[in-house]
């Protein structure tokens, strides 16, 4: 393999911090490959020449399934190469087999991956604001330029750290579409739903009673992981999430998977993300 900035290998060790969690901000395509696997050796090509060409438009992580056998395995490969597209710490899209260019083109082109642009500098952060600090300073700097959806974005954070979820929610609906998928946006989306699902819930003393007196109870478990999770029992959340996940999948529209997701969204922990991801995976796959 070339070298490349855009082009890395993929194993057990780094999966979680340079796929999964990397995918937030810059989408990973991962190829799924063997040294013995001829079509491989014609699709790995055309994937490194892309990844460099689009130049960050997304990064290309190569995974030797001779070698990380148990990636292929929580992916479910079946057949090589296999190359599946990672965005917001989620798997979308994917295909098998030795495509040509156009069409792997075309695949780039469908799940909205365009070439990358420079960077642009960041301002350094501003030591010891608080969120109404912040929410004074953005607010000015939005009347100055009315169309930055970046100081939009910025100012819906400002606003939930401060406690307001109805005014951030507002902000964040108001968003262009340009910044309304960013990482932040995904985010604090995901806190707000949270927030939102304990409108009006029972205590938690009334959840555990509920779940003792019946352990199927998949709707107050529900809320108890949410309330675990926002009270700062983060692990606690997750596991009343996995549990009912494992009892039924299916339940609520699959709200367990998506209070996992969301969960991933707004966890710091990232080993702790890391390792109930693998869990969720195990259960799906």
């Not at 260019?101 to 991956?113: A, D, M, P």
């Not at 301002?123 to 959806?149: F, H, K, S, W, Y």
Request: hydrophobic share 45%.
């Amino acid at each position: 393999m070339a070298e490349s900035p855009y082009v890395f290998d993929a194993t057990q060790t780094n999966f979680e911090s340079d796929v999964i969690k990397a995918s937030l901000t810059q989408p990973v395509l991962v190829d799924f490959w063997a040294a013995w696997c001829a079509p491989c050796r014609q699709l790995g090509p055309v994937l490194e020449k892309l990844a460099d060409e689009f130049a960050g438009g997304f990064r290309l992580a190569k995974v030797d399934t001779d070698a990380e056998g148990q990636i292929a395995s929580i992916f479910g490969i079946r057949s090589l190469p296999t190359v599946v597209l990672v965005k917001d710490g989620q798997l979308v899209d994917g295909f098998s087999g030795a495509l040509p260019e156009s069409q792997v083109r075309e695949f780039l082109k469908r799940n909205g991956i365009a070439a990358g642009e420079p960077p642009a500098d960041e301002p350094e952060p501003l030591d010891d604001e608080t969120p109404v600090e912040a929410i004074a300073r953005l607010q000015q700097a939005i009347a100055a330029e009315p169309d930055n959806g970046e100081l939009k974005l910025d100012l819906a954070l400002a606003l939930m750290q401060a406690g307001n979820a109805a005014a951030a929610e507002a902000e964040l609906d108001n968003l262009p579409p340009k910044y309304a998928t960013d990482s932040k946006a995904t985010r604090l989306r995901s806190q707000l739903d949270l927030a939102r699902a304990l409108d009006g819930a029972p205590p938690l003393a009334e959840l555990r009673e509920r779940i003792a007196r019946d352990a199927g109870d998949h709707a107050a478990r529900d809320l108890l992981g949410v309330r675990l999770l926002l009270g700062g029992d983060a692990a606690g959340g997750l596991d009343a999430f996995l549990h009912i996940l494992k009892a039924q999948r299916d339940w609520n529209e699959g709200q367990a998977k998506k209070r996992l997701i969301a969960a991933f969204n707004v966890l710091d922990d990232a080993d702790l993300v890391g390792a109930y991801r693998r869990k969720m995976a195990s259960v799906l796959f």
